[in-house]
């Protein structure tokens, strides 16, 4: 596995070691480092060549409703992977768009704002105002 985007690794006074996932504060432990890693992908639903194993939905869509899913599932959740995240769009009727975001986004205090600032701004410039007029997040 390869070293997971946003996440430090310190060594603990035991030899332990710890991985935080900085942007949502998710932590980790191992007696290595490796093992640490390994906890943290899996905190963040990484597979073990550190892609997500949370699949896509623009399957569920057609129409416009699919192209929003497939813009999600490429540019954004390109956008989002630099803090180890993803989107997905869980549904979509009357200019509202209900998204999810997951890995790294999940549970981050930030996920509001970014869904807000990023997301639906990015979705208005592609789609227009007339077609994504809101998001919402998926709530757990």
């Known amino acids: 596995m390869s070293e997971i985007k946003a996440v430090e690794y310190s060594q603990k006074v035991d030899g332990s ?13 191992g007696l290595t480092r490796e093992e640490a890693e390994k906890q943290m992908a899996d905190l963040l639903g990484l597979g073990d060549e550190g892609d997500f194993e949370e699949p896509a939905t623009s399957d569920r869509f057609e129409g416009v409703s699919k192209e929003i899913a497939l813009y999600l599932e490429g540019p954004v959740s390109d956008m989002l992977a630099a803090h180890a995240g993803f989107a997905r769009l869980e549904a979509y009727q009357d200019g509202l768009a209900t998204i999810r975001l997951g890995g790294g986004c999940e549970g981050c205090p930030s996920s509001r704002l970014t869904l807000a600032n990023g997301v639906l701004v990015d979705l208005q410039d592609k789609f227009g105002e007339d077609v994504i007029i809101d998001v919402q997040p998926v709530l757990y």
């Open 17 to 29: 070691w710890q991985a935080l996932h900085v942007p949502s504060g998710k932590i980790s432990h």
